[in-house]
């Protein structure tokens, strides 16, 4: 069967507080982010994998909060200073280390945001010790900040995980095909959307509806790999 082409069109990521599913390993941080007029210092650090839903809670809060939602690696061409006092998120933090000039536009970020009665929401994949951040004064604010950690997916987390990573494809994946899944990949974030990622693509381009054959065919062909 000749394979048709395929197309790497945008999905839309479903990001409403009813598209974020609560379990164990998430609860702590949902529960950080409700109550955040209560941060010690006004500040919090979210720390997780990939795909762990730092970005999903990050909107959340910036949409109850009035925030505005900077990317570590556009930090330096930010002035802080049309933030002062502004609710903030500074996502992906650990893409600072090393540069410089991000490096110096954060602590001043830092300092007008919470100098003027803002608070601050940051996302990284590590806490800030394992940064690597250059800048001392820097450092010293970020290793004093609260940190909460979205550990690894429980067997719960992942199944709605593996739903909403179809969905934000307009995939609606038969019940089958998430148990077939569930046992057979890796527990991680990163695993999940990958075997998506693969259905999706393999399906366009092989004319098939994503099932659980289909899964069972890319997994077999990863075994045989290694």
């Known amino acids: 069967m000749a394979r048709q082409l395929t197309f790497d069109l945008p999905q839309r990521e479903a990001r409403g507080r009813g598209d974020f599913f609560v379990s164990a390993a998430n609860a702590a941080a949902l529960a950080a982010i409700d109550g ?30 009035g925030a505005e939602v900077i ?15 502004r609710n903030v998120v500074l996502e992906d933090a650990e893409a600072l280390a090393g540069n410089t000039e991000a490096e110096a536009a954060a602590f001043h970020l830092h300092n007008i945001v919470l100098a003027e009665g803002g608070s601050l929401l940051v996302t990284a994949a590590t806490a800030p010790s394992r940064w690597g951040l250059a800048l001392p004064d820097l450092a010293s604010r970020m290793e004093g900040t609260p940190v909460v950690a979205i550990e690894p997916p429980d067997e719960a987390l992942l199944a709605a995980v593996l739903v909403k990573l179809f969905t934000d494809r307009q995939i609606d994946p038969p019940e089958t095909l998430i148990r077939y899944l569930l046992p057979r990949i890796d527990r991680s974030f990163a695993a999940a959307r990958a075997i998506v990622e693969a259905l999706d693509t393999t399906a366009l381009a092989e004319g098939k509806p994503v099932s659980r054959d289909l899964a069972r065919q890319i997994l077999e062909a990863q075994d045989e790999l290694f």
């Open 36 to 65: 955040w007029r209560t941060w010690p210092g006004r500040k919090l650090v979210i720390t997780g994998p990939p795909g762990a839903g730092k970005s999903h809670l990050a909107a959340l809060w910036a949409e109850e909060a």
């Open 71 to 85: 990317p570590a690696e556009a930090l330096s061409a930010t002035n802080p200073a049309i933030l002062a006092g």
